[in-house]
């Protein structure tokens, strides 16, 4: 190693200037540190954004439109688990999500209570339908309300496809069913444990019932041996919200980029884009922006009417 006492002057050179060296040193080391904190900018801005959210998002199309304009915004890539909404809000609980899009509201305010999901916010809604076979051998059109529908269904022993996944969509058809009085079994209850596209196909191909949102089945109903037959019940309300792991139980999360993507699917951009998703291709939109809206209330609870088979 070479030393200063060593320096050049002690081979004849000229003698540098301290203060010049000084000077250049002082920059050198303010250009290292200004490069270590660009880098470490660029790198927190780069890292992915884990998304934990519902097969409806990805089966209708939705979130195709709206990864590319959040990935620009955010410099990062959006690394997307479609699963039910159990599923997906249980891994944003374990802490193996960054952020979590749900649609299964009773399910979402019990991780809240819990402390383990927070920042719970309104994102959108749609509705959920029932959908089968058109020449409908359980004559759901013309049943009073959702749970009638329901109770037809058992009674002709018609073929339903549950999604069967823990899903929003396969929580809310058990609500359902509970409050038509009827506990599903046998062969005519098809427990499929798929996401919302696969069961609709299944549906198709097995001439059964199935739940489904508004929007998954506008996106696929071309290829679909199904037909919309009931419709419009408040209990059929399709809520979306956006929620966050808790940061003190998770603090390795990429926390800036799960806030990122919830700012961004409440922003004026990502709802303008959600109320016009599917309008010009399908002749309507598939989801209505409801970001900073008061959350529609829950249908109350019936009384339970005695079990039929």
């Keep these: 190693m070479l030393h200063i006492g060593s320096g050049p002057h002690n081979l004849g050179l000229p003698r540098p200037d301290r203060r010049l060296t000084s000077r250049r040193r002082l920059a050198l080391l303010l250009a290292a540190a200004l490069a270590l904190l660009s880098a470490g ?4 801005q780069g890292r992915d954004v884990i998304l934990a959210t519902t ?4 089966d209708s199309g939705l979130l195709d439109s709206l990864t590319p ?51 719970r916010r309104l994102v959108m809604t ?35 496809a549950s999604r069967g996944d823990s899903s929003g969509t ?31 196909r299944i549906a198709s191909q097995k001439r059964a019932y199935t739940l489904t949102d508004r929007g998954t089945y506008l996106a696929q109903r071309h ?10 019940a408040p209990e059929l309300l399709n809520v979306y919200h956006v929620l966050l792991p808790n940061p003190v ?18 922003s004026p951009a990502a709802q303008a884009l959600i109320g016009r998703f599917g309008a010009a291709r399908l002749g309507e939109p598939l989801f209505h922006p409801a970001a900073g809206q008061v959350e529609p209330a829950a249908p109350a609870r019936r009384r339970r009417r005695p079990a039929r088979r």
């Design 249 to 266: 139980r998770f603090p390795r999360l990429n926390r800036d980029g799960g806030r990122g993507f919830a700012d961004f699917m409440v």
């Design 55 to 58: 097969t409806s998002l990805q």
């Design 170 to 200: 396969h929580l809310l058809e058990r609500e359902l069913w509970r409050r038509a009085g009827v506990s599903p079994a046998g062969a005519w209850y098809l427990q499929v444990g798929q996401g919302m596209g696969a069961t609709l």
């Design 223 to 232: 290829g679909l041996a199904l037909a919309i037959l009931f419709q419009g």
């Design 126 to 160: 749609n509705d959920f339908v029932l959908v089968g076979p058109p020449g409908d051998p359980a004559r759901i059109r013309s049943a009073a309300g959702v749970a009638d529908a329901f109770r037809r269904i058992a009674a002709r022993r018609a073929a339903f």
């Design 69 to 119: 304009l959040f990935e620009r915004r955010c410099g990062c890539r959006l690394k997307v688990i479609a699963a039910g909404s159990g599923q997906s809000l249980a891994l944003g609980a374990r802490g193996e999500a960054d952020v979590v899009l749900a649609h299964a509201p009773a399910l979402e305010r019990r991780y809240v209570a819990a402390g383990a999901l927070v920042e």
């Design 41 to 44: 900018r660029a790198g927190a």
